[in-house]
Structure formats: structure tokens, C-alpha cells
């Protein structure tokens, strides 16, 4: 019989120690992300270098190949070249995301600035937005803009930079409000610097990586959002194609048992999504360290 | 009492505001749209002078704005979402016949969240070591899954390959139904079923170093009345919370699920009527979404005394 004593405390050494073996693991897991996102960057930018044929070069003769040495991810069934259109794909699949987070970053941060520096009534009327923002969730925010606007990667991108304000706004308020309790701050404020040149010169470059942990888990969040509208055809229209339009466009072959037009761009959204999110912890856990 | 019936009052009030804000935004898009409200409205279907008049009657288009918005308004608080343009038909109807699936699926699908997500995540809690590594790694993948990439590797190898379960439809009965529901149900669940998972695994941890289960360990319980009678107790409280939310959330994901497996729900009447233009079905749709996920977290806020008691000693304060 175990005493229940040396039990718990064996679990509590386990626990430190398994404790500092995630903190390596974290470090090797966050660099292999970073590694996995600058291969993807790379690809989308050398994309007309790398790529073995032309993405859109339609061959009915070579429809439905399975992979071979001369298509490495075999063809879909317009007999187009599958790891091609993935490499293309790279760049709307990522631009699209890096839009909406940009664009949610931008007006997220000024208003949780403006919340947590005027206070009052700027931040109750802030937070009322948020609030009611953040009951719309933002797939459906960017259905609705493209039942009135038509489908398109604009639409999309807009409506869901839109959705995401609350993200960005939340986290930035709430750490704005915390730095601006701090000394130097106050110090500033009494030499009677304008609260513009502290904000833009001293709180916000403070308060940066606290954002960008933010925005990088978000723009996983983007890809997947994005890439299930593009699925259902309102996001980026034929013949371009991002991830999420080439795993709908391959769902006929899937069902006559040639996966690989699906399964391909689905497993590299899969890739880019869990490295954004490793990164993104990775960031915020760093943050919490250097700040705690 | 009091003290827990003015948050509640309060929670009510911000909650109806949500919910006007919502609809207002539902409504006001069609003013967004470039041309007049009833040009936007019957785009690209062809229909009669009658059909126009009644369409112009159907949104009080001969009023000022803001009556609009009230006549519509009142209407849709009865349940008049007026009627489909390309269907002539109520939209009401055309949501009832549609919900039946929906609520299967959605509920399916909560079972599995609530099932794998909580028995995986406290057995990762207790055990730790290779299970609780083994439960991080797929669900950091599974969140990471987009719910159609799921549904097209599902139905690639349990439909296609092994011909176990159906690619397409819903199914007559209720045994055939749950057949043809299953895989649609495990590609709405997964994702969210894994951070479930991850919310009761941390919330476990930390419940089992709590003093008074400690305190049952010293007194001699069995491990298994430990785990469930003690620290389940108190670490089950944010995965609640959380449960609601996703749950609520999965109705957003019918959209895609339903689409692919070809199922005749909600979401998948939102998508199509996008993409036939049928403005007053793309509003109801949209309204109920968001008044249910909002309702759902009222519910969830309500419970929330009640399964902590801390809370309610407090006075229902958070």
C-alpha cells in the first residue's frame, strides 16, 4: 500500500519536472514553428520559382493522376498540377489572414488605447461595442456582408478584420490600463508631455508584445475563418484559389477515392494553423516571463 | 436574494440590448447595398409586379427607416421573418422544417464534445505522464483542424475506403439517422471536443492539488472517489462555462458541416440562400444563430451560482 503522502509528493516532483521539460519542449516547439512559417512565407513569395508547372494549366488527359515522380502530389480533376496550386495558393492563403489581423490590430489597439487612457464615457461606449461585437461571431458577421455585397476575398477579409476588433480591443485595454498605473507613465504625465506622444512614443511600443501574442494566435484563427468561407465559395473566387476553395474544389475526386486534391491544401492549413497557434503561445508565454 | 437578482437584471438588460443591436445591424445591411432596398431584395430573381408590391409591403418600404425597422422588428419578435423570396413561402416554415436536423446534429455533437473532451481530459489530469502527452499533441492538431478538412478525411477513409458510414444525406428513421449523422457530428465536435479537453485537463490539475482533496486522499477515499466525488466537482465548473459557449458556437460550423455532407439544416439553407440571394431567410438565419448563442451563455451564467458554491455564498458576484 502507497502511502498517500509520498504519493502526492512524487506527483509534485513529476510535475516540476515535466514543468522544465515543457519549458524546453516549448522553446524547440516554438522554433520549429517559426521555421514552418518562414518555409510557407517563402514558398508564397518563390512561388513562380519553385513551382514545377503552371497552377491554372488545365489537361483533361492527365485528370485524377495519383502522385507520381512527375506530379509529386499527383493532379486534380481539371488535370492541373496539385503541389502547384498549393505553392500558389500559399500567397492568398496567408495575405488573406495577414489582412484581416493588420486590420483588426489597427482599430482593436486604438480603441482599447483610447478606452483605457480616456476612461469614462469613451470606455463604457467602447466597451458596449465590444460587447455586442463580440455576441456576433465572425463567420457570420462575413455571411451577411456577403449576402449584400457578393462573395470575394474582399468581403470577406473586411468582415472578418471587423469581427476581430474585440480580440485585439480586450487585450489591449487591459494591459493599457495596467501600464498606464506605472511610474514612468505618471512621470511623463506630470512633465506635461501631450497624451498623444506618450501613448504613440512610450505605451503602446511597451505594451507591442503583449499585441503581437495576440495577433499571431489570431491570424490562425483568420486562416481557419477565411478558409471556411473560401470552402463554401464566397471567399477569393475561381480561378484563383486559396486552401479552403482547392479542399471544396477536390471533394468530388475525394468521393471517387482520389484524395490528394483535397487532403493536400487541407494538411498544409492544418501545418500553418498549429504553427501561428505554437507561435503565439510561444510569444505570450515569453511575454509573461520577461514581464512577471 | 436581491444581491443575486441585480446582476441577474443587469445580465437581462445587456443581453436585450445585444440582441436589438444585432437585429438592427440584420436589418440596416440592406441599406449597405448599393441601390434601392427592393432592387437589392429580389436581385436577380425575376419576379411579378404583384410579387415586388408584396415584397415593398413585406419591409414597409413605403415608410420612413426607423418605422421600418420597427414594423420588421415587431413582426420577427412573433416569429414573422415574412416570407422567402424564392420560395413564396413563410420563412418561419421554411426554418421549422429545417431545425429537426440541426438540433440532431448539433446535439450529436455535444455529446461527443462533452463525452471524449471531459473523460479524456481528467484521464489525462490523473494519469499525466504518456496519455496526458499523447491527449496534448492530437488536440493541439485537432483544434488547429478546420471542421471541412476533418469531414473530407472522414468521409475519404469511413466512407470511401471502408465503406462504413454514408458520405451524403440525413437518413430516415432515427437509427438511420444517427448513422448518417455520425461523421457530419465527429467534424463539428473535434475541434472544439479537444479544447474541452484541454480546459478539464488544467482545471483538473489544478482541482486535485486543492487542500480538501488532498484531505480526502489522506482520509482514505479510493482514488476513483478522489477523482469524481471530489475534484471533479470543482474543476468541472469552468469547463461548463466553456462547454455552453462551443456548443452555442457549433451552430455557426452547421454551415460548412451541413454543406458538405448534404444535409437539410439551418446552416446549410443560410449558404444556399447566399447564394440564390434570398435576403429575408439569410436574416431569420442569422437571427436566431446569434440569439441563441447569446441566450445559451445567459443559461450558462445562470448555472454558474449554482454549480459553484463559492459563488453563491458571494452572492452570485463574480
Known amino acids: 500500500m502507497t502511502l498517500p503522502t509520498t504519493e502526492t509528493r512524487s506527483t509534485h516532483l513529476l510535475t516540476r519536472r515535466s514543468w522544465l521539460a515543457i519549458r524546453h519542449r516549448g522553446n524547440a516547439l516554438t522554433l520549429a514553428a517559426v521555421i514552418a512559417l518562414g518555409v510557407l512565407v517563402l514558398v508564397a513569395i518563390l512561388a513562380p520559382v519553385i513551382a514545377p508547372y503552371d497552377p491554372n494549366q488545365v489537361s483533361l488527359i492527365d485528370a485524377l493522376q495519383p502522385p507520381s515522380a512527375a506530379h509529386l502530389l499527383g493532379t486534380d480533376e481539371a488535370g492541373r498540377d496539385v503541389l502547384s496550386r498549393v505553392i500558389w495558393g500559399a500567397r492568398i492563403s496567408l495575405l488573406g489572414p495577414l489582412g484581416v489581423v493588420l486590420g483588426s490590430t489597427l482599430i482593436g489597439v486604438t480603441v482599447g488605447v483610447l478606452s483605457a487612457w480616456r476612461g469614462g464615457w469613451v470606455d463604457a461606449t467602447a466597451s458596449r461595442f465590444v460587447e455586442i461585437l463580440f455576441a456576433f461571431p465572425g463567420v457570420l458577421l462575413a455571411i451577411l456582408i456577403v449576402a449584400v455585397f457578393g462573395p470575394g476575398l474582399a468581403s470577406t477579409v473586411v468582415a472578418l478584420a471587423v469581427a476581430y476588433i474585440p480580440y485585439m480591443a480586450r487585450t489591449t485595454r487591459s494591459v493599457a490600463l495596467a501600464e498606464r498605473q506605472t511610474p514612468y507613465i505618471r512621470a511623463l504625465e506630470l512633465q506635461g508631455m501631450s497624451a498623444w506622444r506618450i501613448t504613440s512614443l512610450h505605451l503602446v511600443p511597451n505594451i507591442a508584445p503583449f499585441v503581437l501574442a495576440q495577433a499571431t494566435l489570431c491570424f490562425g484563427y483568420a486562416m481557419i475563418d477565411l478558409a471556411g468561407l473560401s470552402f463554401l465559395g464566397f471567399g477569393v473566387q475561381p480561378p484563383e484559389a486559396d486552401w479552403g476553395a482547392m479542399v471544396a474544389a477536390g471533394q468530388a475526386a475525394l468521393i471517387q477515392g482520389s484524395p490528394a486534391p483535397a487532403l493536400a491544401p487541407g494538411a498544409v492549413i492544418v501545418i500553418a494553423v498549429v504553427s501561428f497557434s505554437l507561435l503565439g503561445e510561444g510569444i505570450a508565454e515569453r511575454v509573461r516571463r520577461t514581464s512577471a | ?88 413561402q413563410p420563412v418561419s416554415e421554411l426554418i421549422a422544417s429545417r431545425v429537426p436536423t ?91 471536443a479537444a479544447l474541452v479537453l484541454r480546459t478539464t485537463r488544467t482545471s483538473m490539475i489544478g482541482a486535485l492539488g486543492k487542500e480538501y482533496v488532498e484531505t480526502a486522499r489522506v482520509r482514505g477515499f479510493s482514488s476513483s472517489r478522489v477523482v469524481w466525488g ?52 439569410v436574416q431569420a438565419v442569422i437571427l436566431i444563430i446569434v440569439a441563441v448563442f447569446v441566450l445559451s451563455n445567459l443559461v450558462v451564467d445562470l448555472l454558474y451560482p449554482v454549480l459553484e458554491p463559492r459563488a453563491r455564498a458571494k452572492g452570485g458576484a463574480r
Open chain 2, 102 to 192: 440541426t438540433a440532431l446534429l448539433v446535439g450529436y455533437a455535444a455529446v461527443l464534445i462533452l463525452v471524449v473532451g471531459v473523460l479524456v481530459g481528467v484521464l489525462a489530469a490523473v494519469k499525466r505522464g504518456g496519455v496526458d502527452g499523447t491527449a496534448i499533441v492530437v488536440s493541439t492538431v485537432a483544434m488547429a483542424t478546420p471542421s471541412f478538412v476533418v469531414a473530407m478525411a472522414l468521409t475519404s477513409l469511413f466512407a470511401v475506403t471502408l465503406g462504413w458510414f454514408p458520405a451524403f444525406g440525413a437518413g430516415e428513421g432515427f437509427g438511420d439517422r444517427l448513422w448518417h449523422l455520425t461523421l457530419p457530428a465527429v467534424a463539428l465536435a473535434l475541434s472544439s
Open chain 2, 1 to 88: 436574494m436581491s444581491a443575486w437578482l441585480l446582476p441577474l437584471a443587469r445580465r437581462v438588460g445587456s443581453l436585450a440590448l445585444v440582441l436589438l443591436a444585432t437585429s438592427f445591424i440584420v436589418f440596416g445591411a440592406m441599406y449597405l447595398a448599393p441601390g434601392s432596398p427592393e432592387s437589392f431584395l429580389v436581385r436577380g430573381n425575376s419576379v411579378t409586379q404583384e410579387t415586388l408590391q408584396a415584397i415593398r409591403d413585406q419591409y414597409h418600404l413605403d415608410e420612413p427607416f426607423l418605422s421600418q425597422y420597427v414594423l420588421w422588428l415587431g413582426g420577427v419578435v412573433q416569429g414573422d421573418f415574412g416570407l422567402s423570396i424564392q420560395f413564396r
Open chain 2, 230 to 281: 471530489q475534484a471533479f466537482r470543482g474543476g468541472i465548473v469552468p469547463v461548463v462555462t466553456l462547454a455552453g459557449l462551443v456548443i452555442s458556437g457549433l451552430l455557426v460550423t452547421t454551415t460548412i458541416v451541413e454543406t458538405v455532407f448534404g444535409l437539410n439544416g439551418i446552416g446549410s439553407l443560410l449558404v444556399q440562400a447566399v447564394n440564390v440571394k434570398d435576403f429575408p431567410v
